[in-house]
């Protein structure tokens, strides 16, 4: 099972990544999931800081409750008494939320594909972020969607760049479907969208008549506890917004929701009955359980103080060991650092190495859907102790010192052979 | 709850049967979920058969020896172990597979819809029984494939119906997709397909060079513990297989697979991470443990005792109850009586009527793709008690029998009305 616990999700990347051939694909695979290998490659959260006891306490009590329930069909809109308590989580945000306006789905993740199902046509035009979650990627281009990026910076995605695209794509006569963003924390940045920009963004959104989708896994993981405003609560009838319990309670019950307007939302509904009938009631319930019972806002406490100190314990090795020319991001919350390496490495043809190395990463092309991000690259904290950080990031320097010292010593050659 | 407990799914079988209109649906709905109301409509296992305290007690010693795995991601193909187990599943009706051809899918549906985003484009055509299954239509036609029906008997499909509609088809120039069955006691249908035939069927499908998806979720639930070879033992590289573990386990923890031959494989693995990243890690540990450890084989032994009494009730009744002229299957396993009423009534408009004296069918209506079925209806013994469903047939035979004699009374007259 070991695959599993260093990286589920190194294949996918690296295909995005680096265009590789499937044998040469799985070959790196097989390299990343000896457990010798660091991997800050996935996007895992700590679920070993759970109070597991108290889950199973919780599943064995539902069993003995209501476990022909649990065990059963439920409805496509999800568990009413779920949606109520994911009310009172989008509530620790400042989300005045109703449970009739939520679907739950399989993680985040299905609410983006079932989103993409109904929205997208061939060629359609999608804004996001640029770098972006892969995962969204994956959505919209599996409806055959275009993705155009939105260039960032520290305070997020920038709005001139956005008036900038959305004047672009006007002059060339397409209308974006949507506009996806992550807003806090992003996915891969590692940097949220300053209030101020919220509001300018919002209003692009509104002189344009652009439905936007806002998706938040990370908010609640400020290491601070601090949090900006969500799109939705600005301007809800125009933000499409997506939640998932997967980073503040546990991805392995891949429960996610959508909040949409009462006609999108009656439409996901009938999407998610055509792709997989309905939720787990199992999990379903647990979840409900979990927030009705437990103490899950201490628990996400505990999630964000151990990931404020990995990050600043990944941030520091960064610091102490990169190469001069090396960037990264300075998070504020999530999971992720966002790094670049000297120009002329190339991130992807660099993983083979890294993980001859023992060390893994996802290369930033991963992150484009226009085979930019080759000179940067994704760190996660939240998953790797702080010692097995520290050693990753030194194996990683190791490597791309390396790399340099080879280019110092056969620079053009090398760069002639490559491009 | 109570509309989770009677009927999950009216509201979709009510949409599709009748095309009534949104309000006119949640009507319907509203009042076919009061706890008064005998529902033959769902589809649901009796999951109060399942030995409750043994799952609970599964699920507590899954969470303290291997909490930290089953609460994180997974990979996108699914758990190792439990697709060994449910290579042990179709052992048990003769299939000879391997884990590394299977994907775990969020039940049977899932599989469906992400073989139908993988093979139909817009205006495909692909062939199915009819009637079929419900959630079948929805997958296929949410990709806007067109659906062709195969008539059946009481042997399932009809071969020579089958060769005729493929003539059909070539004549038109087009090319059927796949043809996707449910061999084994048929949804609706209430059959299985002869061993005589399967062997027809797939040698039109050789002649043809049709990809055939057989569908198998009954297949354990024959009354006698007999099973007619799965179409996929026959000819395994034509075959692509799907199976659940939602009727002969629990629905609720949304546990289906599909097996395919290794590029088609490959292809739904990159599906489903788009789709929704991975499955639930805790509801696959729950399954691969319930199939390790606990006695899955009498367990299945004992919902197949449980539907045979069911369904003689269920026919009994009929029998005693039912007006000259309706007609209805004779099962020999699975959850489900197919049935039809005398010419003249349409059952989708008589849904009404039946919901208002306490008891709810699925429209045969339901089940095509082209409009049939209109005398049909299809019924569900796997979840009432005998005495429920003895009361649900009165009401229903009372319904049928008042229809009856208002078209003797006034019979030309109803006809013009409603046509």
Redesign the interface.
Same mark, same amino acid.
């Given at each position: 099972?070991s695959?599993?616990?260093v990286d589920? *999700?190194l294949?996918?990347y690296a295909a995005r990544a680096a265009a590789l051939r499937?044998s040469e694909i799985r070959a790196l695979f097989s390299v990343a999931s000896r457990p010798e290998v660091v991997s800050l490659a /996935? /996007?895992?959260?700590d679920?070993?800081a759970?109070d !597991?006891?108290a889950?199973?306490?919780t !599943?064995?009590a !539902?069993?003995?409750e209501d476990?022909?329930?649990? !065990? =059963?069909? #439920? #409805? /496509?809109q999800g568990?009413?008494?779920l949606r109520e308590q994911l009310c009172e989580v989008m509530g620790a945000e400042g989300i005045d939320a109703r449970a009739d306006d939520l679907v739950v789905?399989?993680?985040g %993740?299905?609410a983006l594909?079932l989103l993409a199902?109904m929205l997208c046509d061939p060629g359609d035009v999608v804004l996001a972020e640029g770098p972006t979650y892969v /995962?969204a990627l994956?959505?919209f =281009?599996?409806y055959e969607a275009r993705v155009v990026h939105v260039p960032m910076d520290a305070e997020g995605m920038d709005p001139d760049a956005l008036a900038t695209r959305l004047e672009e794509l006007h002059h060339e006569g397409r209308r974006p479907k949507l506009l996806y963003t992550v807003p806090s924390h992003q996915n891969p940045a590692g940097v949220s969208l300053s209030e101020e920009r919220r509001h300018r963004v919002l209003a692009l959104a509104q002189q344009w008549d652009l439905l936007v989708v806002e998706d938040n896994p990370y908010g609640l993981l400020d290491f601070k506890g601090e949090h900006h405003p969500p799109l939705v609560t600005l301007d809800p009838s125009r933000v499409v917004y997506v939640g998932t319990l997967?980073k503040v309670f546990?991805?392995?019950?891949?429960v996610g929701w959508v909040m949409a307007p009462g006609a999108l939302r009656?439409k996901v509904v =009938?999407?998610k009955?055509?792709?997989?009938?309905? %939720?787990? *009631?199992?999990?379903q319930a647990?979840a409900a359980r979990w927030l009705r019972e437990q103490p899950w806002r201490d628990q996400i406490d505990r999630f964000r103080e151990r990931y404020r100190d990995r990050c600043r314990a990944l941030t520091d090795a960064l610091a102490a060991e990169m190469p001069h020319g090396c960037e990264w991001s300075q998070p504020t919350g999530g999971l992720f650092v966002w790094a670049s390496v000297p120009e002329g490495i190339d991130t992807g043809e660099l993983l083979a190495k890294a993980l001859n190395a023992r060390v893994a990463y996802v290369p930033g092309r991963a992150f484009f859907a226009d085979g930019s991000g080759g000179r940067s690259l994704r760190l996660n904290f939240s998953f790797c102790g702080e010692d097995r950080l520290r050693e990753g990031v030194q194996r990683l320097a190791g490597v791309v010192q390396e790399e340099l010292e080879l280019r110092a010593a056969f620079g053009t050659q090398l760069d002639e052979g490559t491009s």
């Open positions: 099972m695959e599993v616990r589920p *999700n294949d996918r499937a /996935g /996007g895992m959260p679920t070993a759970l !597991l006891e889950v199973g306490d !599943l064995q !539902l069993m003995a476990g022909a329930r649990a !065990l =059963q069909y #439920g #409805g /496509g568990d009413p008494e789905t399989t993680g %993740q299905q594909d199902k /995962g994956g959505a =281009q599996s997967s546990s991805p392995g019950i891949r009656d =009938q999407l009955e055509s792709a997989d009938l309905c %939720q787990s *009631n199992l999990t647990l």
